[in-house]
């Protein structure tokens, strides 16, 4: 009896001891977030081996975003992979410890003349951007260009070759994984501006309505520093260049 008891209790200390589960919501950002890789991208294989070192077990779900940023918003998921920091999000957003940049770049159709110099080269042009994209607010409460919008970088990037719009903005490498997978034949329709608009900072995000915000963060930032001490972080950048 004294034997069973103890098993019993050696099973319920293992249960115990389990990986909670938390889960991460983004739209498809090749090479950063990508349904169709096995760590599904670079920045889903950080999060959950950061996260892995606190004790917590990531589920990546797919979404376009604006229904990915509303989802955490309202807390029907527990994080956002990758965020850029705008004043607007903080009202309802708590910022982890920013672990990578990327660099925004306008994209032109080839052969145009248009060079980013400022704000003020925009003037009567058409920037396509992403709905529910965080812009810089300097970019989004600009009124001398118009800034149509599209569910889908990918959406942009036709409506740029087709002339229906002048510019638009990405991050070179995810902008030309996107259109390789999903269009390569555009890739030699279109040129980078030499001029980045802007480098943002990549956080993990969670939703101030989620009760567990606080905790999350704070367990993302432990296990960010972990591995980056352990040399895993830096395993994990190096994949992206092979």
Excluded at 113 to 140: A, C, H, I, N
Excluded at 193 to 203: D, E, F, G, I, P
């Amino acid at each position: 009896m004294i034997r069973f008891l103890l098993c019993t209790l050696v099973l319920i200390s293992a249960i115990s001891v389990q990986a909670e589960k938390i889960t991460a919501v983004g739209d498809p950002w090749p090479p950063f977030l990508d349904p169709n890789q096995a760590n599904k991208g670079i920045i889903s294989e950080i999060a959950t081996a950061a996260y892995a070192t606190q004790g917590y077990e990531l589920e990546m779900t797919f979404v376009p975003w604006a229904r990915a940023i509303a989802g955490v918003k309202n807390a029907s998921f527990d994080l956002i992979l990758g965020t850029w920091l705008t004043e607007e999000r903080t009202k309802f957003l708590m910022f982890s410890d920013p672990y990578l940049n990327n660099s925004l770049k306008f994209i032109k159709k080839k052969g145009s003349d248009f060079e980013y110099t400022g704000l003020k080269s925009l003037t009567g042009k058409s920037v396509g951007v992403v709905r529910g994209y965080g812009y810089s607010d300097d970019f989004l409460s600009a009124d001398h260009f118009k800034r149509p919008e599209a569910n889908r970088f990918i959406g942009n990037i036709q409506k740029l070759v087709a002339g229906r719009i002048d510019l638009t903005l990405e991050d070179e490498i995810v902008a030309k994984a996107i259109i390789a997978k999903e269009q390569p034949e555009l890739l030699d329709k279109i040129e980078f501006s030499k001029t980045a608009y802007s480098t943002n900072a990549l956080y993990v995000t969670s939703g101030l309505a989620n009760s567990k915000h606080k905790e999350l963060i704070e367990a993302f930032n432990k296990g960010l520093a972990e591995i980056k001490k352990s040399g895993e972080f830096d395993k994990i950048l190096n994949s992206l260049n092979q």
